[in-house]
């Protein structure tokens, strides 16, 4: 299983997504709170605990950089993927209108 880990650093998820749209790769994507990034990135083999217990709630486009809700009818799995963000409004990406 694949899946990108970003922080709550401003725009982290912006530039995660960005970077994936580039190499052409979907995966699910977690924003973690700044101790759990700092032990993920100094125990790789705790990321998969760490992980384990956040269940992705949003959905985020790829091409235009949108984050939405997990239903929003606006979201087509093709141009998606899941998402677990802790603060929405530090993403760096646009909201959706089911965000409000």
Not at 40 to 46: G, I, Y
Not at 61 to 81: D, F
């Amino acid at each position: 299983m694949f899946y990108a880990i970003c922080s709550t650093k401003k725009n982290d998820v912006a530039a995660c997504v960005k970077e994936m749209k580039k190499q052409g790769t979907t995966h699910t994507l977690y924003q973690l709170s700044a101790t759990n990034y700092k032990k993920a990135e100094a125990e790789r083999t705790e990321v998969l605990e760490i992980v384990g217990k956040m269940f992705p709630r949003h959905s985020i486009t790829i091409q235009n950089g949108t984050l939405h809700r997990k239903m929003c009818k606006k979201v087509t799995t093709q141009n998606s993927v899941l998402a677990a963000i802790s603060r929405p409004s530090l993403t760096g990406l646009r909201m959706c209108s089911c965000m409000k």
